[in-house]
């Protein structure tokens, strides 16, 4: 099989993973035969990176060990030379014996260089294989890297004519118990939820990752406001701490210097690599002006206002040519879900392909 052919069906593995801290990635192990021998991808922070993923499925059927040193592993990026909540997978790599790596994009981030550390192992490494397609995979991923600051995902849920609150400000709930049951899924696999000082002051959320039942989820992101106004010891996002105990002010309204300094951050031991901005108006606004959204969940209820606020204000478009236009996300569930009765759609801003098909 061409080199190309399976790093499509990388490409396709890839897509099946979450979007966040890390890169979408996928992995095919292939014999000498061409024979498929198992394929992998990342599922997100903290989870077996793809080519473990693969090596270990293969693992699995093979108890007794083969030898791979005429099989090739196939990755649409460059495997990381890095130990961090994961093994280095150019050490996994070496371990296994694989003989031939042929991988896609190169890693822009710290973690780069694991190529040349396979060729020193003297592993038979092609580089740039449908490059400008495993790039534009992850093209808001490396945005996020090369700005230094984490992954923004941009959570919008509004009634159908985009109003996330009534003229008398009520605004809970508008969207259905599916749609606030998967933010609460999107939440726990964040690093950080960021709000506004306002909704903390109009709604008083506990900005928490519940399951469906409302217990608490194993992991729980850090809580942040943005804005100048103090928050007070009262609102229920503090439990009753100090700030840094769980819970943190920004105070400026500058979304790259917000995000800037949650990247210097650090919540139960790890760097605040995703965050989930909830709102309101004015902090998505200034997000999504800024050009500093990578991802957005948007939650349609099937319900009319008329009036009231809109989920997104000025964000400086003055004719339609200027509007910031998004693509279907085909990651994660896909690009689109029935919330009943709600629509979510799953979008990313465009870029040159967002999809192995595009
Ligand atoms: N449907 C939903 O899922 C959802 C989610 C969240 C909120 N909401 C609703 O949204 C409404 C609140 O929206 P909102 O726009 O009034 O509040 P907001 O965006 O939560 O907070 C606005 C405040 O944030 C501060 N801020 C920080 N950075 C800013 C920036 N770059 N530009 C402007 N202000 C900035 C300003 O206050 P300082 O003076 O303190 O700096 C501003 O007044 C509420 O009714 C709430 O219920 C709905």
Redesign the pocket.
């Known amino acids: 099989m061409p080199d190309e052919a399976v790093m499509r069906q990388a490409l396709d593995a890839a897509i099946r993973g979450v979007r966040g801290a890390n890169p979408l990635v996928g992995a095919i192990l292939v014999s000498a035969a061409g024979e498929v021998l198992s394929t992998g991808h990342h599922r997100g922070a903290g989870t077996f990176h793809a080519e473990r993923d693969a090596l270990e499925s293969f693992a699995r059927e093979h108890p007794a060990g083969a030898d791979l040193g005429s099989a090739t592993l196939y990755s649409t990026l460059e495997p990381c030379r890095h130990q961090g909540r994961q093994p280095a997978c150019t050490r996994l790599i070496i371990d296994a014996g694989v003989g031939r790596v042929v991988h896609g994009a190169s890693d822009p981030s710290s973690n780069g260089g694991g190529a040349d550390v396979l060729r020193r192992a003297g592993v038979d490494v092609v580089s740039g294989v449908l490059a400008q397609q495993c790039e534009a995979l992850n093209h808001r991923w490396v945005a996020a890297a090369v700005q230094a600051r984490p992954f923004v995902t941009a ?4 009634t159908l004519d985009g109003r ?2 009534a003229p008398d ?1 009520t ?2 709930w ?2 259905s118990k599916a749609s606030r049951d998967h933010t609460h899924m999107v939440r726990s696999r964040t690093d950080a939820i960021l ?6 002051a ?2 008083d959320p506990r900005l928490t990752a519940r399951t469906p039942t409302g217990e608490l989820t194993l992991r729980q992101p850090l809580r942040v406001v ?4 103090p928050v007070r010891p009262a609102q229920k996002l503090t439990q009753g701490l100090p700030e840094g105990d769980g819970w943190l002010h920004l105070r ?4 790259l210097a917000a995000l800037q300094e949650l990247a210097q951050t650090t919540h139960g031991g790890y760097p605040i690599k995703h965050v989930l901005v ?9 997000f999504f002006a800024a050009d500093l959204v990578d991802e957005v969940f948007a939650y349609h209820a099937p319900l009319l206002l008329g009036a009231g ?1 809109s ?1 997104v ?1 000025d964000i400086g478009v003055r004719t339609l040519s200027e509007a910031p236009r998004f693509a279907l996300d085909p990651a994660d569930s896909g690009p689109v879900q029935i919330m009943d009765p709600d629509v979510c759609v799953h979008l990313q801003p465009k870029g040159d392909t967002c999809s192995p098909e595009s």
């Open positions: 959570h919008l849920a509004q996330i609150a400000g605004s809970q508008i969207t709000v506004g000082t306002n909704t903390v109009v709604d943005m804005g100048m106004t400026t309204r500058d979304p909830e709102g309101g108006q004015s902090v998505l606004s200034a606020r989920s204000g």
